[in-house]
C-alpha cells in the first residue's frame, strides 16, 4: 500500500500542471539579457518595456495590450554606449521568450537549453546542499540512506525546477508554485525515504524530511526570487 501511494504521488508531481484564472495580464514578449549596462532601456515605439533585475540577468516585459496594428514591430535599445534596433518578426499572444546578445546586438528565440539547464542544477545543488546538512544533523550516515536521499530529492527538486523554469520571470504566482510544489515533495519524499531507508526509524525520518523541507523552502523563498528563472 505504502509503495503504491509513493508511485501515485510521483505521477502526480511529474504531471504538467497547468492553471488558468483570470488574473493579472501576462507579458506577451520577455527579453532576457545577461551582459547589458545597467542603463539599458528597451522601447516600443514609445512605449518603455518594464525592466526586472535578477542576479547576473535583467528581463524586460511587453504586453499585448501595447502592440500596435504595423506590419513590422521594432524595438529600439537605448543605453549611454549605443542605440540600436532590432526586428521582431514572430509576436505570440503570450510568454515569446528573447535571449538578448547585447554585445552583438542580437535576439534569440527561447530561454536557451544551455541557461535553463544551469539554472536548474544551481537551483538543485543550492537545495541538496541545505537538505544534506538537515540529513547529516539528524545522524544519518549509511550509504542505503544516502542513496535514497540523493535519487528521491533529484526526482523531486528536478521535477520542481523543471516546471519553475516554464514560468515568466518575476511572476508573482511563482511563489504559489512553490508552497503547492512543496506540500507535493514533502509528501513524496516522506513517503519514499520512511519506505526505503531503516537505518533509523520510520517517525525519526519523516520528522527529519519535514524539517530540511521547510529550512529549504524557507531558504528557496528567499533565494529564487532573486536568480532568474
Not at 504521488?9 to 506577451?28: G, Q
Not at 552583438?104 to 528565440?109: A, T
Not at 523543471?162 to 518575476?170: C, E, N, R
Not at 508554485?177 to 519514499?192: K, Q, R, T
Amino acid at each position: 500500500m505504502k509503495r503504491s501511494l509513493v508511485f501515485i504521488l510521483i505521477f502526480i508531481l511529474l504531471s504538467p500542471l497547468n492553471v488558468y484564472a483570470n488574473s493579472a495580464e501576462p507579458p506577451s514578449i520577455v527579453i532576457m539579457c545577461m551582459d547589458g549596462p545597467d542603463d539599458l532601456e528597451i522601447y516600443y515605439g514609445d512605449v518603455k518595456l518594464s525592466k526586472n533585475q535578477r542576479i547576473g540577468e535583467d528581463f524586460f516585459s511587453l504586453y499585448r495590450s501595447d502592440f500596435k496594428n504595423e506590419k513590422n514591430h521594432v524595438l529600439k535599445f537605448v543605453s549611454d554606449k549605443k542605440t540600436f534596433e532590432i526586428e521582431i518578426v514572430k509576436l505570440d499572444k503570450y510568454r515569446s521568450y528573447y535571449r538578448l546578445d547585447y554585445s552583438k546586438e542580437k535576439l534569440s528565440e527561447g530561454k536557451g537549453v544551455v541557461r535553463s539547464s544551469v539554472l536548474i542544477a544551481i537551483r538543485i545543488l543550492l537545495t541538496l546542499i541545505v537538505e544534506a546538512a538537515v540529513f547529516f544533523v539528524f545522524g544519518f550516515r549509511s550509504k542505503k540512506s544516502w542513496r535514497a536521499f540523493l535519487l528521491i530529492n533529484l526526482l523531486t527538486q528536478g521535477s520542481l525546477n523543471i516546471w519553475l523554469s516554464t514560468m515568466t520571470p518575476g511572476y508573482g504566482y511563482i511563489i504559489l508554485a512553490l508552497i503547492f510544489s512543496e506540500v507535493l515533495i514533502l509528501l513524496v519524499e516522506s513517503l519514499g525515504l520512511s519506505w526505503y531507508i531503516d537505518e533509523l526509524a520510520t517517525k525519526y525520518t519523516v520528522v527529519t524530511v519535514i524539517v530540511a523541507n521547510l529550512i529549504s523552502f524557507y531558504v528557496g523563498m528567499m533565494v529564487i526570487p532573486l536568480l532568474p528563472i
